[in-house]
């Protein structure tokens, strides 16, 4: 739950053990130029061609100038899983790398962690220590089974999942199927009604902190700030959800068996309606799935439609931010002759985030208004 206080940054206590029944029916990484659940599916695959995982193939080219690197990250896996055979580079971005390979009879994926900063470190132990809960506590979702791990040089090795990302990049380019929404849908709502054990997660954000600090980063106005603490002091004796809290499509395998939620690094407790907000924020061209997802987080009543608010601001906030830095970096670097120019894509999709933002900003002012 929130307490109350001055500052709005109370913390969440955690909810008392219940007994939920399952509904029935039924992956932060920043960098906006890559998906994360396509390295665990094993690559982009176009729609139609089956939810099958292609086969490993491929060389590791350990010549060049990243050749030196990739013989450490393979040597610090070595360590912990001797048995580990590198086959492809499934994806390079400044935070990790991730090698595809075997182990034994079973195919992996090896996550080597690049960010050595305090915030990225901390993430990818919180990661480890994720995996590490569900050996004993299984989530209601099918999840990677994990192989090994050494957090202290950065290293988790997971089961590769069959299975191919309900998404290819964390904002889709394309509208994705119903049918592949309604599955993600399904899988977060489970996710959410899940209880594990007290103590085994804590609460990654602290909403209070957030609001002030991204105020004073001239991101939220004056008015928005009053709103939002408002509404956060309304919240302060509410139950808090278990949510993955990075619910992209591009974390999501879909597969025969049933969909597959990885990259659980900013997993734990969250004000109601974190990872649905997250998903109407990357469903910018699917209007009836972004209705469908705003009725549901406001079913509860006011109660959760005012958590599902907060948790919308922030959540675009945060990726106006982000892709804002994207903008001015791309605008830094040249684009190659030849290359797609990912610096207007991105300044196309900021567009859409701030008309985004202030649809949630009038919602949040009516909601006040209603208090």
């Not at 390079?92 to 075997?102: C, D, E, I, P």
């Not at 906030?317 to 002759?337: C, F, K, L, N, S």
Request: charged share 20%; with cysteine.
């Amino acid at each position: 739950m929130y307490a109350a206080s001055a500052s709005v940054s109370a913390p969440l206590r955690p909810p008392r053990p219940q007994h939920i029944r399952p509904p029935q029916g039924g992956g932060p990484y920043l960098d906006p130029s890559h998906a994360v659940g396509a390295a665990f599916g094993g690559g982009r695959t176009r729609r139609g061609s089956g939810l099958g995982t292609p086969p490993l193939s491929g060389r590791i080219d350990l010549s060049g100038p990243d050749g030196a690197e990739l013989r450490s990250l393979i040597a610090s896996v070595h360590r912990i899983c001797p048995e580990f055979t590198p086959v492809q580079v499934l994806r390079r971005s400044g935070r990790s790398v991730l090698l595809v390979g075997t182990a034994g009879r079973t195919s992996v994926v090896a996550k080597c962690l690049l960010d050595r900063s305090a915030a990225g470190t901390e993430r990818f132990r919180h990661e480890i220590a994720t995996y590490r809960t569900f050996v004993r506590h299984r989530p209601p979702v099918r999840v990677p089974r994990l192989i090994a791990a050494d957090p202290d040089n950065g290293i988790l090795v997971v089961e590769r999942m069959p299975g191919r990302p309900a998404a290819a990049q964390r904002h889709p380019a394309d509208t994705p199927p119903r049918a592949d929404v309604r599955v993600a849908l399904g899988a977060v709502c489970r996710v959410n009604l899940w209880r594990p054990p007290v103590g085994m997660f804590d609460m990654p954000l602290d909403y209070g902190k957030h609001i002030i600090r991204y105020h004073e980063l001239g991101l939220l106005t004056d008015r928005d700030l009053g709103d939002l603490q408002k509404l956060l002091h309304g919240l302060a004796h509410v139950q808090g959800q278990f949510c993955h809290g990075d619910a992209l499509l591009a974390n999501m395998l879909l597969s025969p068996a049933g969909p597959v939620l990885v990259d659980w690094g900013q997993a734990g407790w969250y004000l109601p309606g974190y990872d649905l907000a997250t998903l109407w924020t990357v469903l910018g061209d699917a209007p009836v799935a972004r209705r469908q997802i705003s009725q549901h987080a406001q079913a509860a009543g006011t109660t959760s439609r005012d958590a599902f608010l907060v948790n919308l601001m922030l959540v675009l906030t945060r990726e106006i931010r982000t892709y804002e830095t994207a903008v001015q970096r791309a605008q830094q670097e040249p684009t190659p002759p030849g290359a797609p120019d990912t610096g207007e894509e991105h300044r196309l999709l900021l567009r859409r985030l701030h008309d985004d933002c202030a649809l949630a900003r009038r919602a949040v002012r009516a909601a006040v208004g209603t208090r």
